[in-house]
């Protein structure tokens, strides 16, 4: 599989409606790591729980642009579509075989924390 499947599939199940966390874990590696403006992860397992507890049960939206694969890196576009608004995402994916291996998410964290 391409890494730029690998992250289409991962974002399907993050983003497809309600989230499919059993199949965004199986994309993961054991060693994944994450970063981003409001929200670190150092395994996996930490990531899934932080993304359960963030969605909380809701349907989770976005609009991809652009999925533009280098190798094993992948960097993805997006809209997040959330309580507030539309809001741009740049996120970077490591893929060593067809899991993911580290996310780094860019995005202005503000127009989140103000409708919190």
Same mark, same amino acid.
């Given at each position: 599989?391409?890494? &730029?499947?690998?992250? +289409?599939?991962? /974002? #399907?199940? /993050?983003?497809? =409606?309600?989230?499919?966390? +059993?199949?965004?874990?199986? /994309?993961?590696? %054991?060693?994944?790591?994450?970063?981003?403006?409001?929200? $670190?992860?150092?395994?996996?397992?930490?990531? !899934?729980?932080?993304? +359960?507890?963030? @969605? %909380? =049960?809701? &349907?989770?939206? @976005? +609009? !991809?642009?652009?999925?533009?694969? %280098?190798?094993?890196?992948?960097?993805?576009? #997006? %809209?997040?579509?959330?309580?507030? =608004? &539309?809001?741009?995402?740049?996120?970077?994916?490591?893929? &060593? =075989?067809? $899991? !993911?291996?580290? !996310? $780094? /998410?860019?995005?202005?964290?503000?127009?989140?924390?103000? @409708? @919190?």
């Amino acid at each position: 599989m391409a890494s &730029k499947d690998t992250v +289409e599939r991962y /974002l #399907y199940a /993050l983003f497809g =409606g309600r989230p499919d966390f +059993e199949t965004v874990r199986s /994309l993961l590696t %054991d060693e994944f790591t994450f970063e981003g403006p409001m929200m $670190k992860a150092s395994s996996a397992d930490d990531f !899934i729980v932080q993304l +359960e507890s963030m @969605a %909380d =049960g809701r &349907k989770m939206r @976005a +609009e !991809i642009h652009h999925l533009i694969e %280098d190798g094993e890196r992948v960097a993805a576009l #997006y %809209d997040y579509v959330g309580p507030a =608004g &539309k809001t741009s995402f740049a996120e970077w994916f490591w893929v &060593k =075989g067809d $899991k !993911i291996s580290a !996310i $780094k /998410l860019h995005f202005d964290p503000r127009p989140l924390l103000d @409708a @919190a």
